[in-house]
């Protein structure tokens, strides 16, 4: 089946693959050849698509996934790819993210937080480096 990965700047993905996996709002999905179609919300997380033995990974958050029988198309607002992800500074903005669901800044000022935009910042950092650490174990 076809599956297309792009953002608002680039297209990232565009390959003939066997299986697709990606975040939902409501959950992962995966998605085989003669899949039944839908429209999804897409939640931050990793997308593994995969052709024969081999698995590719990459970084997502927020956007939208259109499945039909022989094709995925997600629209992405922001997604990755192992290589291009800094894992010191995912690191860091795990930590921040962490600080501040605990209610502090990471300055140590008080101020008021956003902990919708808290968990969503975490989810994006834990996202990346559970994605740049699949693509470092692998051979």
Same mark, same amino acid.
């Given at each position: 089946?076809?599956?297309? +990965? ?5 297209? +990232? ?46 970084? @997502? ?10 094709? @995925? ?48 910042? +975490? ?5 990346? +480096?559970? @994605? ?8």
């Amino acid at each position: 089946m076809r599956f297309e +990965l792009a953002t608002p700047t680039r297209m +990232l993905v565009s390959t003939e693959t066997e299986e697709v996996v990606a975040p939902g709002v409501e959950g992962y999905f995966g998605v085989l050849p003669g899949h039944a179609a839908f429209l999804t919300t897409l939640a931050a997380g990793e997308v593994m698509y995969r052709t024969g033995q081999r698995q590719e990974y990459l970084a @997502v958050a927020g956007g939208f996934a259109e499945v039909r029988a022989e094709r @995925v198309i997600i629209l992405a607002e922001h997604a990755e790819r192992p290589e291009e992800i800094d894992r010191e500074r995912a690191e860091r903005a795990r930590q921040r993210a962490e600080m501040r669901l605990q209610g502090r800044s990471p300055t140590g000022e008080s101020e008021e937080i956003d902990f919708a935009r808290a968990l969503e910042a +975490l989810a994006r950092a834990l996202t990346r +480096l559970l @994605v740049v650490g699949r693509a470092q174990s692998q051979p």
